[in-house]
């Protein structure tokens, strides 16, 4: 009798012990800047996972295949490395930029890398007969000169621009390394997150939107999965966007010139006037990396001329339809840049001829 009772109150008791953690679990994880602060960056878990992503050679043939990135690249060196530079190519690679900009006459470039890769862009340089490139094995965070340095050559942007690390990455040796008044090749860059719908064809809506030949996944709606990758796809399709909801616009700008990451907004509301009607499926984020007014670099979904090795990032939202004239406002807050788990968006609808408020 004393027994069965005491089962009954133990399973009772971590039931409830069980649900309680859980609300609080979602509390926090609906909180990016609480998360942030609770679950500290593994910096040294990411500084491994990006080394070795790097090491192989699969990623680097993707990066050196995709030709808008290297024709950027290539014409950004010719126009604004000049003979005599002394330049640091801050995650070399396999060395291209490093070589491109010997080959433009650089004085001296500090090669530097925390992947192994690096022993074979020393093995390239010498069959390619590359001077002046100095290779150092290290992470940028933890490299030196003793004389400071004209031009910073970079490419750590991520699929979500910031994903990689390059703000806190650049900043850093500009801050330590860079001649006053020295250049950091690129540093203008322009951040979207545009509302899309997505061509119907291509559509993976939400488990619990699905109906299958009669077969009603509704009741899954109740377990909805809390963690935030579930929300946020990749994607390099061209023909996955059917278009935009309004006129895209940057709703972020940096200039690595002048930004500290510190300095970056943790939370962004930005509203949008729907000039194509259709079905918000969620929001495209991409970048254009810009170095003069003639030479930029896109990842954008509808662009023919985007750089495709660079995925774009579709956060997804409950379906909603909107009408020519509806306004969206969207809030974007972010955790940590970096990790796109710490973000979260929301929307409200105000439609052209009522004012309609959702969650
Ligand atoms: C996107 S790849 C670019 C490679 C090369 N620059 C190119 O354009 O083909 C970034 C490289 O930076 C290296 N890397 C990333 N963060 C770094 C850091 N903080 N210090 C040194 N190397 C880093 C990675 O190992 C990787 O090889």
């Not at 070589?99 to 433009?104: D, G, Q, V, Y």
């Not at 951040?191 to 939400?206: H, M």
């Not at 930029?296 to 979904?301: A, E, F, H, V, Y």
Request: aromatic share 10%; net charge negative; proline share 6%.
């Amino acid at each position: 009798m004393f027994f069965p009772f005491l089962q009954r109150l133990s399973a009772r008791t971590f039931s409830l012990g069980r649900r309680l953690l859980a609300a609080v679990g979602d509390w926090v994880e609906n909180r990016p800047r609480v998360a942030a602060w609770i679950y500290p960056p593994g910096e040294g878990d990411y500084r491994e996972h990006n080394g070795r992503m790097f090491a192989g050679f699969h990623e680097q043939e993707r990066m050196l295949a995709d030709q808008p990135r290297m024709a950027f690249y290539h014409a950004a060196i010719a126009r604004h490395i000049h003979p005599g530079d002394r330049v640091i190519d801050l995650g070399t690679g396999t060395g291209i930029l490093a070589a491109l900009a010997a080959r433009r006459g650089a004085a001296h470039v500090y090669a530097i890398d925390h992947s192994t890769i690096l022993h074979h862009a020393r093995t390239l340089a010498v069959a390619n007969e590359i001077e002046n490139v100095e290779f150092v094995s290290t992470h940028s965070l933890d490299f030196t000169v003793d004389e400071p340095v004209d031009v910073i050559l970079h490419e750590q942007m991520g699929d979500c621009l910031f994903d990689e690390a390059m703000v806190a990455n650049v900043t850093d040796l500009r801050d330590r390394l860079l001649k006053p008044g020295g250049l950091i090749l690129p540093s203008a860059f322009e951040f979207y997150c545009e509302p899309i719908k997505v061509n119907d064809g291509r559509l993976v809506p939400f488990i619990w939107e699905l109906n299958v030949h009669g077969y009603d996944y509704s009741i899954l709606e109740r377990h909805r999965p809390q963690e935030p990758r579930y929300y946020h796809l990749v994607s390099s399709d061209l023909n996955l966007v059917e278009h935009f909801l309004s006129e895209p616009q940057p709703i972020l700008t940096v200039d690595l010139h002048t930004v500290n990451e510190a300095d970056l907004p943790t939370e962004i509301t930005f509203t949008r006037t729907v000039v194509n009607p259709g079905r918000l499926d969620g929001y495209a984020v991409f970048f254009r990396a810009r170095v003069d007014e003639d030479l930029s670099l896109s990842s954008g979904p509808l662009d023919g001329r985007r750089a495709p090795h660079w995925g774009f990032r579709i956060l997804r939202c409950d379906r909603d339809d909107f009408a020519v004239g509806d306004q969206l406002e969207v809030r974007l807050s972010v955790g940590r840049w970096p990790d796109i788990d710490t973000w979260r968006w929301s929307h409200t609808k105000r439609a052209a001829t009522e004012p309609v408020a959702v969650g």
